[in-house]
């Protein structure tokens, strides 16, 4: 079927792990990739990309550094891209959109700032993000390191849509689309599933973002929960621009440099 579309750890009570995935990261950046167009004409030869991490979607408070960015084409392949230009809100990019069929458009994992996690009761919370008082002594409780690691995609399809580039990575925290990224369409449910190293990921929450919300005081357009199998649907409604966050705390892989890694991932789509 042809999609066609215009632009845009150790037991005490519950586990330190249950505890650390289950933690959230209240009033933190998210990361970002959004291009210029979604959609190309098949006349396109290239697309450009602007990325940075805010607290609302699409707003640029900080550029996105040290990023692997780059491209997965239509047949799988990974691509580079064009130099990377870094602004102090935001880093800017061009690729080249060489062939028909739809690209992803991503940061690549990047390794971030390493922190503590504090345990306050039955809840872990980023050192720095607990409330605390003018003069107060940093919350006491039990730390574990942790360290920030944020992917961030977008697709853009010239021509007819392809499905090459939707295949998962099979690591770390990522949205595979069900739904096409570039056929979803404003009053229509879409759906994705959640993996983490491969493996569907159930009981995570999912906050959908509105680009609109800026101005009209509706940031969000939906909150859902991951099914046993992974799945989840939103539902955008209005056109305009999206993003998708999950966050996720785990075990870092052995020979990490902390025990703890704690994932940000964000999906940039259109609904027409």
Known sequence: MTI??????ARMGVSVAALIAGATMASAHMPYVLPTQFDLTEK??????????????????VAMR?????????????????????????????ADIKAD?????????????KGKMIRQGDKWVMG????V??????????????????????YVT??????????????ALEVQPVTHPN??????DATFVLLFDGKPLAGVDVTLFRSAGVHDGRKIAGQVKSDAAGRFTVKPGDAGTYLLLVRHRAQAPAGAETPWRSYSYTLAFDAA
């Open 66 to 94: 040290d990023a692997p960015f780059h491209l997965i084409g239509p047949d799988g392949a990974k691509l580079s891209t064009g130099a990377v230009t870094y602004l102090r809100d935001l880093s800017i990019f061009e």
């Open 128 to 131: 720095g993000e607990a409330p």
């Open 183 to 188: 056929g979803i369409a404003a009053g229509s």
């Open 158 to 171: 010239r021509g007819a849509p392809s499905t090459g580039a939707l295949k998962p990575r099979g690591e």
């Open 4 to 9: 066609v579309r215009k632009h845009r750890v």
């Open 133 to 154: 008082a003018p003069g107060a002594a940093k919350p006491a409780g039990e730390e574990v390191a942790v360290q920030s690691m944020t992917l961030a995609d977008a």
């Open 44 to 61: 396109a030869d290239h697309i450009t990309v602007e990325s940075a991490f805010a607290e609302d979607a699409f707003v640029p408070e």
């Open 101 to 113: 069929g739809t690209y992803r458009i991503s940061t690549g994992q990047r390794g971030g700032r």
